[in-house]
Each structure stands twice: as C-alpha cells, then as structure tokens.
Nanobody, 120 residues
Framework: QVQLVESGGGLVQAGGSLRLSCAAS????????MGWFRQAPGKERDLVAA???????IYADSVKGRFTISRDNAKNTVNLQMNSLKPDDTAVYYC??????????????WGQGTQVTVSS
C-alpha cells in the first residue's frame, strides 16, 4: 500500500512558476513509476508527466519545455516544476503511483490532489 500526499499548489499569475511535491509512504518507492495528472472542471483527468523507476520521463505535448518531473528516491518524493504557467494549466493536480506501467489505467495509487490556479 502506498500513500501519496501532494503539496505546493496555489495561485500564480500567468508566466509564473510553481513547484509541486508528492511525498510517498512505503519502502518500495524506487520501484514505482510515478506520475502527475490534472483535472480541470468538466474535463477528464489527463496525464501531465510521468517518470519510470528507471528515470525515463514522458510529458504531455501541452507542457513539454515548460514542466519538469523529477524524483528523489532517498526522500520518497516526486516533484513537478512548472514554469511559464498559462491559465489553461489551471486544474487540480494529482500525484499517482504505478507498479506496472505508465498508461493512465495502470496507476494504482492516488493522492488527494492540490489546486493550481493560474490567473491571466
């Protein structure tokens, strides 16, 4: 069982930056694939970025070049650095963990979410 707790959300102006963090419980963190998802009102939950246990990363096209996902296995944390934020980035951001892969349906554990609001 893995428990995930996100932090770092908030209100920021367009063009600004935020750093989201996700703290994970459990001893096997280094073996999990980790991901950040977001869900805006009335929309589906979409993958923003993911990092495999090997360190390989993938990004949604909409955030490439602006967001960076990273992990610190010693601290059981995964971070999402978000730069050049746009109003379209406004959403609840969720941290998730997977033991099998990085397709959306493969993430087994989810955090409670943190709100990110980007004002124009």
């Amino acid at each position: 069982q893995v428990q995930l707790v996100e932090s770092g959300g908030g209100l920021v102006q367009a063009g600004g930056s935020l750093r989201l963090s996700c703290a994970a419980s459990g001893r096997a963190f280094s073996t999990y694939h980790m991901g950040w998802f977001r869900q805006a009102p009335g929309k589906e939950r979409d993958l923003v970025a993911a990092i495999r246990w090997s360190g390989i990363t993938i990004y949604a096209d909409s955030v490439k070049g602006r967001f960076t996902i990273s992990r610190d296995n010693a601290k059981n944390t995964v971070n999402l650095q978000m730069n050049s934020l746009k109003p379209d980035d406004t959403a609840v951001y969720y941290c998730a963990a997977s033991t099998t892969g990085i397709s959306v349906g493969q993430f087994d554990y989810w955090g409670q979410g943190t709100q990110v609001t980007v004002s124009s």
